[in-house]
């Protein structure tokens, strides 16, 4: 069982940074990999970034690629997201998932917010 706690989402400013961290209960953190998606109220859930269990691959939405940089530290148990040059359209609730493998996804975190303003 592995339980996912995010932090770090906020209100800010378009073209402003954040860091989304994503702490992760159990042993067994390292063997995961690790995905960050986001939700629009009304809308599907998107997929937004995910890391190989030993952070050696990384795969990007399209949305996203050279702005967002997902990245893991398996010590700390804790996968971040680092967002740069936000836009409104980033604007979501922010949720990290736990799989055995990338595109089945086991466990989820509760989300959290991040809103840009224009």
């Known amino acids: 069982q592995v339980q996912l706690v995010e932090s770090g989402g906020g209100l800010l400013q378009a073209g402003g940074s954040l860091r989304l961290s994503c702490a992760a209960s159990?042993?067994?953190?390292?063997?995961?990999?690790m995905g960050w998606f986001r939700q629009v109220l009304g809308k599907e859930r998107e997929f937004v970034a995910v890391?190989?269990?030993?952070?050696?691959?990384?795969v990007y939405a399209d949305s996203v690629k050279g702005r967002f940089t997902i990245s893991r530290d398996n010590a700390k148990n804790t996968v971040y997201l680092q967002m740069n040059s936000l836009k409104p359209e980033d604007t979501a609730v922010y949720y990290c998932?736990?799989?055995?493998?990338?595109?089945?996804?086991?466990?989820w975190g509760q989300g959290t917010q991040v809103t840009v303003s224009s």
């Open positions: 890391i190989t269990w030993s952070g050696g691959s990384t």
């Open positions: 159990g042993r067994t953190f390292s063997t995961y990999a």
């Open positions: 998932a736990a799989g055995k493998r990338i595109g089945s996804y086991d466990y």
